[in-house]
C-alpha cells in the first residue's frame, strides 16, 4: 500500500460536502483518430432509500439520499493494438459502474478501518472488468482482440483509492506542486525500474507506450494505493495518455496553479493537446472542493 501524504493542520479534517464538490469530464477523439475508444466515468455513490409506498405527506423532508459514500473518478483508454479497444474500455466502466453499485457494504468497511478489504474489493472489481473483457473476446472468437488500460479512483473521506491498469494516469495537485499517484505499466518503466534506461530517455523510447499490463489482455496486474486528500484545494486529476503525449507534467502543474474550476482547467489541458496535434484520443477528469473563501 503506498500513498502520498497531503494533510495540514489548518485545511484537514474538513469533509467536502456535495456542494463543495466541483467534478468535470471530457473525451474527445484528438485531431488524428477517427473513433475515440476511451470512455472516462464522474459519480457519486449514495446509500440511498426507495420509498415504494408511505402515509407520510411529505417526502421531500426526509434524508432519502443520506450522505455520500463515496465519489468515483475514473478513465479507461481501448488499447489501440486491439481490433476494438472502444468496446473494451466500455465494458471496464460498464463493469466497475455495476461492481460499485452493489458493494455499499466495502465503503462502509473503510471508515471502521478495514483498508485491507477495501483494496481486496477494488482489486477484485478490476479482475472482474478483466474476466468480462476476455469473455466478450471469447464469445467473439477473437481471444486478445479486446484490451483496455484503466484508472479508477474511490474517494471514501479522508482517503482516495487508486487502481491502476496500463498508462493512463492519476494525480494530485497540492501545495502548488503535483504528484504522479500511478506509475505507468510499460514496457519502458519497467526498463528505468530495472535500472536498465534512464527515465529521462522513457519518454523517447519505443517502448513508452508498449503496455506491461492491461485488462483483457494476456497480462493484468491491478496495482492498488491510496492518497490522503483531506487537504482542501488539492485538485485530483484523471487522464488518458492522449493528453501525456502532448502535454508534460510541468505544464499541467502551471495550468492547475491558476485556480481555475474543474471544467476551465480541463477544458484548457484539452485544447493544449489538439492545439499540438491531439495524436491520440483524450479523456480527462477533475475532481476539487476549493478553499472557502474567509467569511
Avoid at 90 to 112: K, M, N, P, Q
Avoid at 117 to 136: M, N, P, S, V
Avoid at 164 to 184: N, W
Amino acid at each position: 500500500m503506498t500513498g502520498v501524504d497531503t494533510r495540514s493542520s489548518l485545511t484537514r479534517d474538513v469533509r467536502p460536502d456535495d456542494v463543495d464538490l466541483d467534478l468535470f469530464g471530457i473525451t474527445h477523439p484528438g485531431r488524428q483518430r477517427a473513433e475515440n475508444q476511451d470512455h472516462f466515468l464522474v459519480a457519486r455513490v449514495y446509500p440511498q432509500i426507495h420509498v415504494d409506498g408511505t402515509s407520510l405527506p411529505d417526502l421531500t423532508s426526509l434524508p432519502l439520499r443520506g450522505r455520500r459514500l463515496g465519489t468515483v473518478l475514473l478513465v479507461a483508454d481501448g488499447v489501440g493494438g486491439a481490433k476494438d479497444g472502444g468496446t473494451a474500455a466500455r465494458l471496464a466502466t460498464e463493469s466497475i459502474t455495476r461492481y460499485v453499485a452493489d458493494s455499499f457494504r466495502a465503503y462502509h468497511a473503510v471508515g471502521v478501518g478495514k483498508d485491507d478489504e477495501f483494496f481486496a474489493a477494488l482489486t477484485d472489481a478490476a479482475l472482474k472488468a478483466h474476466d468480462a473483457i476476455r469473455a466478450e473476446a471469447v464469445a467473439r472468437g477473437d481471444e486478445g482482440g479486446l484490451a483496455t488500460t484503466l484508472t479508477l479512483g474511490i474517494g471514501v473521506w479522508p482517503w482516495l483509492y487508486v487502481v491502476q491498469i496500463g498508462d493512463s494516469r492519476a494525480y494530485i495537485f497540492t501545495h502548488g506542486e503535483l504528484h504522479q499517484i500511478t506509475r505507468d505499466q510499460t514496457v519502458a518503466q519497467g526498463l528505468v525500474d530495472q535500472g536498465v534506461l534512464k527515465p529521462e530517455f522513457a519518454v523517447r523510447s519505443p517502448y513508452a507506450h508498449v503496455l506491461s499490463s492491461a485488462l483483457g489482455s494476456s497480462e493484468a496486474e491491478p496495482v492498488v494505493s491510496r492518497v490522503d486528500v483531506t487537504e482542501r484545494g488539492c485538485i485530483l486529476l484523471f487522464c488518458t495518455d492522449g493528453l501525456t503525449k502532448h502535454v508534460s507534467n510541468d505544464e499541467i502543474a502551471q495550468q492547475c496553479a491558476r485556480g481555475a474550476s474543474a471544467e476551465q482547467l480541463g477544458r484548457q489541458l484539452l485544447q493544449m493537446a489538439l492545439d499540438r496535434g491531439g495524436s491520440d484520443n483524450i479523456s480527462i477528469v477533475i475532481a476539487q472542493a476549493p478553499l472557502k473563501s474567509a467569511d
